[in-house]
């Protein structure tokens, strides 16, 4: 089945730090989202991508959709101990979103 | 707007027993998901529903599992006999729309432990 792989599986960083997370998919992807899951919480949406090479910002987050829609990555700049948590990317592959596929997620933890 | 409720926050039962998890959508959402979240495999999509009605359930594990939907305001994930490798983390998520690019809201989780 269709798959999206997510890496790194863990990240520690210094805050202040950047941080960067990579999605990667076999396949053409229809439109990639981002979640965010806070420890011991749930997944809050963040962000959809749908456009070929797209790139859009929210404060210090940056998101990039890869030019053949196989790929997308969530940049991070100067982490805070407010970033702490699990990022997952959502790979679409058409139609609707029970075609969403969770990659299996990025934990960021930051020392103060 | 109280978002996606779910019951109970966490539960804890022995093998054999069965369990049920509830779930109130988002008022005016017409779908919702049910997934399963643990450490090895991550978030999973049990099945989901439009407009009360199943439409993919390929993702339910086995007979066990069961889901229904009576009305737009309510779910149920049933598991009949547990069994302890089904702890896990099982999220209701609803969605205004199921085009893909219609986010998904997810409700605080059942945290469910089977002895």
């Known amino acids: 089945g269709q798959q999206v792989m997510q890496i790194p599986q863990y990240q520690h960083v210094q805050e202040g730090e950047d941080f960067t997370t990579y999605c990667n998919s076999s396949?053409?992807?229809?439109?990639i989202q981002w979640y965010k899951q806070r420890p011991g919480g749930h997944p809050v949406f963040l962000i959809q991508?749908?456009?070929?090479?797209e790139v859009k910002k929210q404060k210090r987050l940056t998101f990039q959709f890869g030019e053949a829609k196989k790929n997308s990555s969530l940049h991070i700049t100067a982490t805070q101990t407010t970033d702490v948590g699990t990022y997952f990317c959502?790979?679409?592959?058409?139609?609707?979103?029970?075609?969403?596929?969770f990659g299996k997620g990025t934990k960021l933890s930051v020392k103060p | 707007d109280a978002g996606v409720i779910q019951s109970p926050r966490h539960e804890v039962t022995e093998m054999g027993q069965e369990v049920t998890l509830r779930c109130k959508p988002i008022?005016?959402?017409?779908?919702l998901f049910w997934y399963r979240q643990t450490m090895m495999r991550g978030l999973e999509l049990l099945i989901y529903?439009?407009?009360?009605?199943?439409?993919?359930d390929s993702g339910m594990p086995e007979d066990r599992f069961s889901a229904k939907m009576p009305n737009a305001s309510f779910s149920t994930l049933k598991i009949q006999p547990s069994e302890p490798r089904d702890s896990a983390v099982y999220f209701c998520?609803?969605?205004?729309?199921?085009?893909?690019?219609?986010?998904?809201?997810f409700g605080n989780g059942t945290r469910l432990t089977v002895t």
């Open positions: 998520a609803s969605s205004f729309s199921g085009a893909a690019n219609s986010p998904l809201h």
């Open positions: 396949t053409t992807l229809s439109n």
């Open positions: 991508l749908v456009k070929s090479g």
């Open positions: 959502a790979g679409n592959y058409g139609g609707s979103q029970g075609n969403l596929i």
């Open positions: 008022s005016g959402h017409d779908y």
């Open positions: 529903f439009n407009n009360n009605v199943p439409i993919d």
